[in-house]
């Protein structure tokens, strides 16, 4: 009875040792796509909440309708539209098209999150910018974003960790990250509880990393 | 106070409305298996034509495996009902029971053996390879080296195409959308059985072809869980009188695929 416990025991711990190993290589995939998607849509986030606080009206209009049709469809319709309906002009990377489309998508959430940063500093560090005899670019760049910054850390972290989970729907097309890899080893071995168990795990201690490193930062950012 | 009381009466309602609706689930669900005949829950990834596929006019479940196997319900005077699963998980949803049977151009293997059991073999298939129609370098499965390959999740052709050739793979969710990639120019060919090969390239003559041999020798079997032997053995009974009858051959000319 006591052997057969151990049995399954050992059974269990070299099941566990061999899907690690086989998810082990999918992981680099997964931070690499969230990373290159993340930075890509801040920057295009930032670009777009510029222009939506601009005065020149068309810029206002674009970004708009940008953010209200990017954030109006599911992220799976858009990997699908932008990897299989746009195949046959762009003939995008499996890589390419996944961080296109998650990047796409964020900067939508992600300049909503720049506006509301930068619409709640005050009005009157902008007169003061201005009695200064700053222009309007350097108002911006040392007054206004710095300190937006500070409001904005906690929800783009958020984001983030929306990004990294968001990015297994890249699996879709056949990409090999995480969940994909799960979903290969699945089908060839047909356990189901520890796999899933053990992504999940890996998604844990990926996103717990970043959370503690969002602290940090907003730690550091804080006014002593 | 008064306020309180109103919401105590209100919470109580709450309560009588969300055990009263557990009740009626219960009842409903007891009456459907009383009344009616015994059902037989399939399990199918309807992204296979023409074995098993959603109809693009009717949006009906349609196909080869399908005819068959509500013929064989017919016979055994099961009423069957089916669910549209993914392949690479359809194993794993039969054994925890969330249906009773698979019937997916499922491929009787050694691999497949070990986790459930099968029935006799009902068709005969194999792995062939289908290239663009404008592709000359690739003739037989020995070209495929250092190529991209398309195929799908848990099939026997990805199991084929990662054991033998050293190549890149890749695996698609369902077969159609490893043939918009090979069309787009992502991939230089798709390993994956014959007969849902030639489905495709019938549609789309103009633009794919299949090249070399059919290069190994699969069955198809119906899937049930190793316990239920009883159920196996009815569905072999069938399977062999349906030979006998000649009805398999019927069937196989009526989805064009003998």
């Known amino acids: 009875m006591e052997n057969r416990i151990i049995d399954i025991i050992i059974k269990e711990i070299l099941l566990f040792y061999k899907i690690i190993k086989f998810l082990i290589p999918s992981i680099p995939i997964t931070i690499q796509i969230t990373l290159y998607s993340f930075l890509l849509a801040v920057i295009l986030g930032l670009i777009i909440a510029l222009f939506r606080i601009s005065y020149v009206k068309i810029f206002q209009i674009i970004s708009k309708i940008y953010v209200d049709v990017l954030r109006g469809i599911p992220l799976l319709v858009q990997i699908f539209f932008i990897y299989f309906g746009l195949g046959k002009i762009l003939k995008l990377e499996q890589f390419t098209a996944g961080v296109i489309a998650i990047s796409i998508c964020y900067s939508a959430y992600i300049s909503e999150i720049f506006r509301a940063g930068i619409l709640a500093i005050p009005k009157g560090q902008y007169d003061a910018s201005k009695s200064l005899g700053m222009n309007k670019y350097q108002t911006m760049r040392y007054v206004i974003l710095p300190q937006a910054i500070r409001i904005i850390i906690p929800p783009i972290s958020n984001e983030f960790i929306a990004c990294l989970k968001d990015s297994s729907l890249v699996s879709i097309i056949g990409m090999r990250e995480l969940t994909r890899a799960g979903r290969e080893f699945y089908s060839q071995y047909f356990v189901d509880f520890e796999i899933w168990f053990i992504v999940g795990m890996f998604y844990l201690i990926m996103t717990a990393i970043a959370a503690k490193f969002a602290r940090y930062i907003e730690k550091k950012l804080e006014i002593p | ?258």
């Open chain 2, 1 to 258: 106070m008064g306020t309180l009381k109103i919401n105590r009466v209100i919470l109580f309602f709450l309560f009588l409305g969300l055990f009263s609706s557990c009740n009626r689930i219960g009842v409903k669900e007891k009456s459907h298996y009383s009344h009616q005949e015994k059902i037989l829950k399939i399990g199918t990834d309807a992204t296979y034509p023409p074995f098993e596929y959603i109809c693009g006019d009717t949006g009906k479940l349609i196909g080869f495996d399908i005819d068959l196997i509500k013929k064989i319900c017919a016979e055994l005077s099961y009423k069957p009902e089916f669910l549209v699963v993914p392949f690479d998980g359809i194993i794993a949803g039969l054994k925890q029971k969330k249906y009773d049977i698979i019937i997916s151009a499922m491929t009787i293997t050694k691999e497949r053996l070990a986790e459930i059991n099968f029935s006799k073999p009902y068709y005969l298939a194999g792995q062939s390879i289908v290239v663009r129609i404008d592709n000359r370098e690739i003739k037989s499965q020995y070209d495929l080296k250092n190529k991209k390959i398309g195929v799908q999740l848990g099939t026997t052709g990805e199991m084929t195409v990662k054991k033998i050739f050293n190549t890149t793979v890749i695996s698609y969710d369902n077969i159609s959308s490893a043939f918009i990639d090979l069309e787009n120019g992502r991939l230089d060919a798709i390993v994956n059985d014959i007969p849902t090969n030639r489905n495709f390239v019938n549609k789309k003559s103009d633009k794919f072809k299949i090249v070399g041999n059919v290069f190994t020798e699969e069955k198809y079997g119906i899937a049930v869980r190793k316990e239920d032997t009883l159920l196996l053995e009815k569905i072999n009974n069938v399977i062999s009188k349906l030979e006998k009858q000649s009805y398999l051959t019927k069937l196989k000319k009526t989805w064009k695929i003998e």
